[in-house]
């Protein structure tokens, strides 16, 4: 059996967080992961442990192994459950949802679970749709970890950095699309210097 720990503030406390994802998809999964990293290195200072298993099924056990090493305020698990035309995928969403849930329940280390389960993957255009939904989803992960760890230790300041990126490079390098996707993954607001020194038809704007 294991022991429920009533002690959040010292839960809290702890220097690092475990991320937990299936290897399924994973290069939709990774954009999840690549997006909680950076939102989490722009509000918190702790550490994060990647972890990898090979399907979303296999992320309780890690999840139950981690919250009871003592080592992380926090776990949060990430994976793709995809609606292949049968039954199953419903089972293994519920049995993954509900294992997470008894982890941080038996455990009391805070579990938060990106495992999604689209009802139309497969659809047209859909792989894309969720590849950029993730990214949303792993900013929202971040924010809803941090804040409920600093919820259960009030006394916890977190390392707050101000970032600013300055793309440069040559005509047609891509700075755009870069730019746009730093933007997005760290959720920074995208600026375009042109549109701050030029109006419509190329007009230099006037002087502030």
Not at 81 to 98: K, N, Q
Request: aromatic content about 10%; proline content about 7%.
């Amino acid at each position: 059996m294991t022991t429920f720990r009533p002690n959040f503030k010292e839960t809290a406390a702890r220097p690092r967080i475990a991320f937990i994802q299936s290897c399924w998809h994973r290069d939709i999964v990774d954009e999840l992961r690549d997006a909680f990293l950076a939102e989490q290195g722009r509000i918190d200072s702790r550490a994060v442990d990647l972890i990898e298993v090979p399907g979303a099924f296999e992320i309780p056990l890690r999840a139950k192994l981690e919250a009871l090493s003592g080592t992380y305020a926090a776990v949060v698990a990430a994976g793709l459950v995809v609606d292949g035309g049968i039954y199953r995928h419903e089972f293994v969403a519920t049995a993954v949802i509900s294992g997470l849930m008894n982890v941080q329940l038996e455990t009391g280390v805070p579990l938060f679970s990106a495992v999604l389960t689209p009802q139309d993957f497969l659809g047209q255009g859909q792989p894309e749709f969720f590849k950029a939904h993730f990214v949303t989803k792993g900013i929202e992960a971040a924010q809803a970890c941090i804040g409920s760890i600093g919820s259960l230790n009030p006394g916890y300041a977190p390392i707050r950095i101000a970032l600013r990126i300055n793309v440069v490079g040559s005509s047609g390098s891509g700075k755009s699309t870069l730019a746009q996707h730093l933007a997005r993954a760290l959720a920074l607001p995208y600026i375009e210097l042109d549109a701050l020194f030029w109006q419509p038809n190329w007009t230099p704007a006037p002087d502030p």
